[in-house]
């Protein structure tokens, strides 16, 4: 009996004690006010928070996070003394960032030698289908052999000369020139030189003289003025040399020979007919020529041509009288680009 009452006394005895110990804890907690603060920047690891008094009043800086930690920017927050909440700090936030541009690496240098040259194809149609032919190749007109066409239409002052020439031409003879048009058709032969070139092609040429005869009238003598006019076509063979190439404009001189056939003759007298005095007439002709000019390009077709040339033949005119074709032709033209 005397067991169970001293039970019963130490059962008290620990409610009491443990009455008071809780109304003590509570009065702590009341007198105390505190703020978690969460200062880890990695969430994964967390840390022990920290309290602190109330009496201190002190704003805690809740720092934020960025891809970069190093950059950390402070953020005032008010305390809130009837509310703790652990203020959560976000992950850091990746930012995407563009790649940059790579760096090119210089071209190799191909050092292969193809042993044969590349011809492209081109697709044709026909009733068996698409066959791949050659395509045609352009030819530069450099790579050509005839790389133009002059049309020269001319004046041609001429005369005769020679050791009966002052028997033709007495002293009275009003005129001892013939005045005619001549022209030529002309290209230029490329040899594969950009300066010497052949001109070559077919010239119509109207030569002549005036010629007379002298007639005794007492003590006055006179001459009786004819006129003798000469038709040739030739063919000149003149080596042309130019200061620049063919399809730019330049000046150019030439020199060589004129091999003409006569094709026609005529006589005209201011008095009675003396032709007779004349013989025959020789059908052919050597003219060595020389002359200078210049080459304007217009156009890349078309080019503008202007030349001075002088001529001397080297066979009788006559058969009676050794007297020779000698003149000047002056050109004014154009020439077509090929």
């Known amino acids: 009996m005397k067991y169970r009452y001293i039970l019963v006394l130490a059962a008290v005895s620990l409610m009491a004690i443990n009455a008071f110990g809780e109304s003590e804890m509570d009065s702590e907690i009341n007198d105390l006010q505190v703020k978690i603060v969460h200062i880890n920047p990695n969430p994964s690891k967390p840390k022990v928070a920290r309290a602190r008094p109330i009496q201190q009043q002190v704003t805690p800086k809740i720092y934020s996070y960025s891809a970069r930690p190093a950059l950390r920017t402070a953020v005032t927050k008010p305390v809130n003394a009837n509310f703790y909440k652990p203020t959560v700090v976000p992950r850091p936030t990746l930012v995407a960032v563009a790649p940059a541009a790579p760096v090119s690496a210089p071209a190799p240098t191909n050092t292969f030698q193809p042993t044969e040259q590349y011809q492209p194809y081109e697709e044709t149609s026909n009733p068996q289908g698409n066959v791949r032919v050659p395509a045609p190749q352009s030819t530069s007109s450099s790579d050509k052999f005839v790389r133009r066409i002059e049309l020269i239409p001319a004046f041609t002052l001429s005369s005769f000369d020679g050791g009966d020439s002052s028997t033709l031409q007495p002293t009275g003879v009003s005129n001892t020139y013939n005045t005619a048009p001549s022209g030529s058709l002309l290209t230029d032969i490329d040899f594969g030189n950009t300066k010497f070139f052949v001109e070559s092609g077919v010239m119509v040429s109207q030569m002549g003289s005036g010629t007379g005869y002298a007639v005794s009238n007492g003590f006055n003598p006179t001459a009786i003025?004819?006129?003798?006019?000469?038709?040739?076509?030739?063919?000149?063979?003149?080596?042309?040399?130019?200061?620049?190439?063919?399809?730019?404009?330049?000046?150019?001189?030439?020199?060589?020979?004129?091999?003409?056939?006569?094709?026609?003759?005529?006589?005209?007298?201011?008095?009675?007919?003396?032709?007779?005095?004349?013989?025959?007439?020789?059908?052919?002709?050597?003219?060595?020529?020389?002359?200078?000019?210049?080459?304007?390009?217009?156009?890349?077709?078309?080019h503008a041509i202007a030349d001075v040339s002088a001529f001397q033949g080297l066979f009788p005119v006559l058969t009676s009288l050794s007297v020779f074709n000698y003149g000047v032709n002056l050109g004014l033209g154009i020439a077509y680009m090929l």
């Open 225 to 302: 003025s004819e006129k003798v006019a000469l038709t040739y076509v030739g063919v000149p063979l003149n080596l042309k040399f130019r200061l620049r190439d063919q399809d730019t404009s330049s000046f150019f001189i030439k020199a060589g020979a004129i091999p003409e056939f006569m094709v026609s003759h005529a006589y005209s007298s201011l008095g009675a007919s003396d032709e007779i005095r004349f013989g025959a007439y020789n059908t052919f002709d050597l003219l060595l020529d020389a002359g200078v000019g210049y080459d304007f390009r217009i156009s890349k077709s078309f």
